[in-house]
DNA sequence: TTTCTTTGTTGATCTAGGTCATCGTTTTGC
DNA sequence: GCAAAACGATGACCTAGATCAACAAAGAAA
């Protein structure tokens, strides 16, 4: 169950854990299963916990004055899920987060990071972490100003196709900032095109 | 020259910079003007420099197929300026980064970066400083699918009134991800509304 | 099985915001 | 100082995508 974790921070710190500090982790991250429709946050509540998920998939997601949900995040295995405002600044969430499947994580209690951090291969792999996420959230901001509808779900389709296999359509379409109706019809367009 | 950078340092790593500290900063943070409408990075270059604007302001942004520029940050004193992907990364720009007044900057060489963050406070204000930006961009995601661009607007003048009072109106449209017409349209409609 | 929920499609209509064009006003460069 | 550029406002029109509604199909639950 430990080993994705360690590989992914091996992976992303470029680095070898040792035995102890695997004990550390092992020590920290805790495990815990989600069912499916099962929320790990709800708006309003501290986020308390960091997760990375070794099976599974789960959403984050808004909800705006009107009532209507809007996609924020969408995970599966080898990913993590947190509300980085909450959990880093302890402040009530402005986020839900659910499991869309069945779900198995570790998590990582907020009281338990700056222990976790002393390890340097560890900080080095949260440092990339938030690099990567950043210029990710960057790229997104920038694709939803200047691009159609349509390009967007191709984007998506050929940077995590994965994603586009494990929601319905209706998640993918608020995840790109677009109706169900409209994705429905920018799939048959595009179906049209390559016979 | 220097203060307001150990001063932006200190205040965000929450601890004071020894004086042997500060001349390591000095010795790689080195000053740079640049003149109205000049350019600090271009698309297709490597970005070898981050910056922190003691005086003026800069924007950056990126320009899509059809050629429309979409401003994706804007920046004053006390800001940090950096097309992030490729600085860290070492990566081409996809960004072009542009002084819009006269400019005082501090810059830091992409190559001095690992010696810098040895320093515990200037690696805590880097970490800070990405978190931080982090949550602002999902943020601003977060409006842009959201909110209509009425509230978009008053949210900037609320958050950052600074920012509209040194950028002409057809930036700031750009930074909202809406043309120049819809802002001044926009900005109408809500004087109505305030008499 | 039968019922209920979730998912996806398609049509009709609407609208926020985009596009195009024009025209003052202000700034800037020389 | 003057021409040229940058800025901002406003009108007329257009369109991508939203909204509303109805319906089919497929799971999931019972």
Known sequence: MYDRLFHYIEQYSNSTLSESEKEVLTNTWKPQTLKKKAFFLREGELCNFAGFIVKGAMRQYTVDDNGIEH?????????????????????????YIEAWENTEMLVLKRSNLDIILEIPSIKEMFWQMNQRNQIASQQRLNDIVSLPASKRYENLQKKYPAIIERFPQHIIASYLGITKETLSRVRNRIAGKNP
């Open 71 to 95: 996609v924020s995040e969408l995970a599966i295995e080898n990913w993590w899920i947190v509300d980085r405002k909450s959990y880093f600044e302890r402040t009530p969430a402005t986020t």
